[in-house]
């Protein structure tokens, strides 16, 4: 991409505290905009509860439109139709490999202080595809669904995530129940060690989902790149994100070969909706996310040194304790953007 071009994002302002978390994104990517080579034109698009309300439909066409029109989309949390709209995005646009750091940051109470995770778990298949039917009135029969080519394509993406991370000690873990869904697990990581042998330099193993749940508790350090199937990874990155001290800070992405979407992990929180006092940083990491994959896809290398800028001003706000109230803080989701800016712009 030339020092010119702009990337389009479609920002989502969802519903709850969706719209404030939105606000502050959008300004601290127009200060970057403003003040760096890296050039962004938002657009804000409609999704929902509130679309529903307004529009008639969750995820309105002329929304759908404005996001196949940009770059990458940003997506603030929505509410009780959430389903309606990650959900029909996660199919229409391919977005197979579900992403969800867990990393230790300062002064945020979780179980350990140096954790540094990555769980890459794969968005298409397993028992979320839905198949679920009466045998009789009593008795319901879900099926679970495994293919060769989403699992490799999985793993192979686990493996990228391994390399392009700064770590010594590059390592993916495939993570399964193999001794008991003896089919589709064998499959799923019979598939991951394949595409092990093409990275000699990525150390591979593979654990068992519930010693996986016990590890991540005992000892979350011996983790680098988690690869595992739909349901499980969604469990286990719940447990992850607490680990590290909870929801208000983590990011996650919906990856797919030519679109991405970039959210935060929790919902709408409609207990804190309109008090000013949400943590904008998982939305904020997700902007960073979102910013390292267009730097990936577009080899920018301009775009990933910003990336990298703006987590480490997140960082050292929480190194002075500038914090929002719920890792114990006392700033606004507004004076925290304030704050944040104020950085940004100081860097240049
Ligand atoms: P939630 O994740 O919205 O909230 C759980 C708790 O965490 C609440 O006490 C909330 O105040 C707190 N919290 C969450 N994010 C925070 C932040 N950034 N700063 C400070 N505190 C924060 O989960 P809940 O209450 O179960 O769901 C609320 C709504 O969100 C539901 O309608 C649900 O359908 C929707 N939802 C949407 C998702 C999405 O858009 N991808 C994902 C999960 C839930």
Redesign the pocket.
């Known amino acids: 991409m030339g020092i010119m071009s702009k990337y389009k994002i479609s920002l989502i302002e ?1 519903d ?2 969706g719209p404030e978390l939105a606000a502050s994104a959008k300004k601290i990517l127009e200060t970057i905009h403003d003040t760096t080579e890296t050039k962004f034109e938002i657009k804000q698009v409609s999704a929902g509860d509130n679309a529903l309300v307004k529009y008639g439909k969750a995820l309105p066409d002329f929304t759908v439109n404005d996001i196949k029109n940009s770059d990458a989309c940003l997506k603030s ?4 139709f ?1 389903a309606d709209v ?1 959900i029909v995005l996660r199919r229409m646009f391919d977005l197979y490999a579900n992403i969800r750091p867990a990393k230790s940051y300062p002064n945020i109470k979780g179980l350990y202080d140096d954790v540094d995770l990555v769980i890459v778990r794969e968005n298409t298949e397993d028992v979320y595809i839905g198949w679920e039917f009466n045998l009789d009135d009593d008795t319901i029969i879900a099926l679970r669904l495994a293919t060769k080519r989403a699992s490799e394509r999985i793993a192979q993406y686990a493996f990228k995530v391994a390399e392009f991370r700064n770590k010594n000690n590059k390592k993916v873990t495939a993570v399964h129940k193999a001794n008991v869904l003896r089919k589709s697990d064998r499959l799923f990581v019979n598939s991951c060690k394949n595409v092990a042998q093409k990275y000699p330099n990525v150390q591979f193993n593979d654990s068992y989902v519930d010693a996986c749940a016990m590890n991540l508790i005992r000892n979350p350090q011996d983790f680098d790149v988690i690869v595992t199937t739909n349901l499980f990874g969604d469990i286990l990155s719940d447990e992850a994100a607490q680990v590290v001290g909870g ?2 800070m983590g990011p996650t992405a919906n990856i797919g070969d030519n679109f991405a979407l970039f ?2 992990v ?7 909706a309109g008090k000013d006092v ?2 904008p940083s ?1 939305l904020i990491l997700s902007a960073k996310m979102m910013m390292e994959w267009l730097s990936s896809k577009n080899k920018d290398n301009k775009i990933l040194e910003e990336s990298k800028k703006l987590e480490s001003i997140i960082i050292s706000m929480l190194q002075e304790n500038k914090k ?1 109230i ?1 890792i114990g803080g006392k700033l606004s989701t507004t004076e925290f953007t304030e704050n944040v800016i104020k950085k940004l712009k100081e860097y240049y």
């Open positions: 969802g709850g505290i949390p929505v509410g009780e959430a990650i929801l208000g959210e935060p929790h919902g709408a929180a409609f207990d804190i949400a943590n998982s929002t719920d």
